[in-house]
C-alpha cells in the first residue's frame, strides 16, 4: 500500500489553459531515499514541485503523503510533513539568522494566538522549545556562528543553507529542495551534498531538482527524467546515465554539457 511510501504521486497532470506543463507523472518517494528529479528547462519540475505542495491545484492525479491524499492548500502540506526550499533565495532578508528558522517553526507550534497576545507560561514554554529547536538545526547547518547576523549579510551559498534549516525547522518527513546548488562554487555544492545525505541520515527523504548532473547521480538513491511534462525514464544513477533517451534529450544539449 502507498503509506509504505513517504510520497506517492500517481498521474499528477497540470494545465495552464491549452499547455500542459505535467502530463500523468506517477513518482514515489520512499522513508530514508534521496530521489532527483532531472531534465531540461521548462520540463515541467518545478510545476511538479508546486502540485506536490499544494501552490497548484493538480489538474488530475492525487497526491498522498504516508498514505494520506494531501489538501492543496501549502500550510497544510507543511503541517502534514512536506518542507521545501524555492529555486530563487525567499529569505526574510531583513531578519536574523535564528529569526528565520524560528518563523519555519510556527507549523510545529501549538499555541494559539490569544495565548501568545498575554504571554503566558504555554506561551513562553513553547517559544523556548521553539528557539532550542532553531539553535540546533543551526548548529547542524553550521550556521550557528551567525545565528544574530541579518539574513542578508550572508554570503549566497550560506542564504542557500538557511533556505533548508528554515524548511527544516517544520519537522518534515520529505524535504523538496528546489536546484538547491544553482549559483555555487564547486566548494560550496559539496557542503550541500554533504548536508543533504545527512538530512537523510536523520530520517528525512529528500527530492530534489537539479542542473548539475555530477550532483544529482552522486547523491541520489534514484532518478526520474522529465521531459515535456513527462516521465521519459527513471531509475538508478547508472540506468539514468546510460540512457540513451535522457542522453538525446538533456545530456547530450550544450546545457547538459555545461552542468
Ligand atoms: N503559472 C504558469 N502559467 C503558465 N505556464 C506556466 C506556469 N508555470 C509554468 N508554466 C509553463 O510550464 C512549463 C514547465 O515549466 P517549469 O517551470 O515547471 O519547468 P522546469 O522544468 O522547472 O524548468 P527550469 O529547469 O527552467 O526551472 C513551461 O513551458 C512553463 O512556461
Redesign the pocket.
Known amino acids: 500500500m502507498s503509506d509504505a511510501y513517504v510520497l506517492d504521486a500517481t498521474g499528477v497532470t497540470m494545465r ?2 491549452g ?1 500542459t ?2 502530463r500523468g507523472v506517477d513518482l514515489r518517494v520512499g522513508g530514508g531515499e534521496i530521489v532527483g528529479l532531472i ?10 514541485f508546486n502540485c506536490l505542495t499544494g501552490l497548484y491545484v493538480p489538474t488530475g492525479g492525487t497526491v498522498r503523503y504516508r498514505g494520506t491524499v494531501l489538501p492543496p492548500k501549502p500550510h497544510l502540506v507543511t503541517k502534514a510533513g512536506i518542507a521545501r526550499t524555492f ?1 530563487n533565495i525567499r529569505l526574510f532578508a531583513h531578519m536574523t539568522v535564528l529569526e528565520n528558522v524560528l518563523v519555519g517553526r510556527h507549523t510545529r507550534t501549538k499555541e494559539g494566538l490569544l495565548s501568545a497576545l498575554v504571554r503566558g507560561p504555554g506561551f513562553r514554554r513553547a517559544e523556548a522549545e521553539s528557539r532550542e529547536r532553531a539553535l540546533e538545526l543551526l548548529e547542524f547547518t553550521g550556521l550557528a556562528a551567525k545565528a544574530d547576523q541579518l539574513a542578508r549579510n550572508l554570503p549566497y551559498g550560506e542564504q542557500r543553507k538557511l533556505e533548508i534549516a528554515r524548511a527544516l525547522a517544520s519537522d518534515p518527513g520529505l524535504l523538496l529542495l528546489d ?1 538547491p546548488t544553482a549559483g555555487m562554487n564547486p566548494r560550496e555544492t559539496r557542503v550541500t551534498e554533504e548536508l543533504v545525505f545527512a538530512i537523510r541520515d536523520r530520517g528525512t527523504a529528500v527530492l530534489v ?1 537539479e ?1 548539475d548532473m555530477r550532483f544529482v547521480f552522486e547523491l541520489c538513491d534514484r532518478v526520474a527524467c ?1 521531459v515535456r ?1 513527462e516521465k521519459l525514464v527513471e531509475g538508478t544513477a547508472d540506468v539514468v546515465r546510460g540512457d540513451e533517451r535522457v542522453v538525446a534529450a538533456y545530456l547530450g544539449t550544450t546545457e547538459g554539457a555545461a552542468a
Open positions: 495552464f489553459g499547455l506543463a505535467v531534465g531540461p528547462n521548462g520540463a515541467g519540475k518545478t510545476t511538479f529555486q536546484e531538482i542542473h522529465l511534462g
